[in-house]
């Protein structure tokens, strides 16, 4: 039995994706849920396609990430985030 959904392990333990920030080249790290950050080389803002993540098409993603936050497998600030970024991925879509 697993604790939390296996689709989760994005959330739980993400992958860092290193990359180069377009506007000045300087070295730049996106956990792998993320899709915007601000460079701290330059200050500019910098996106990327979302990686394949159970947050862009769960339609339980909100729920699983309110509970990874209860069961403290994910900060506050974390969860925040993550659901500030589903609510804006589905605002797109609509």
Do not use: Q
Not at 7 to 29: Q, W, Y
Not at 75 to 90: F, G, Q
């Amino acid at each position: 039995m697993f604790k939390y959904c296996p689709g989760a392990r994005s959330i739980v333990n993400p992958r860092i994706i290193i990359t180069k920030c377009p506007h000045c080249g300087g070295e730049i790290e996106f956990f792998e849920y993320e899709t915007e950050i601000t460079c701290w080389h330059c200050g500019r803002t910098v996106r990327r396609n979302p990686s394949e993540s159970c947050i862009f098409w769960c339609n339980a993603a909100i729920d699983c990430i309110k509970n990874l936050k209860e069961l403290k497998v994910i900060s506050e600030d974390v969860a925040d985030n993550l659901i500030n970024l589903v609510k804006k991925y589905r605002e797109s879509k609509s």
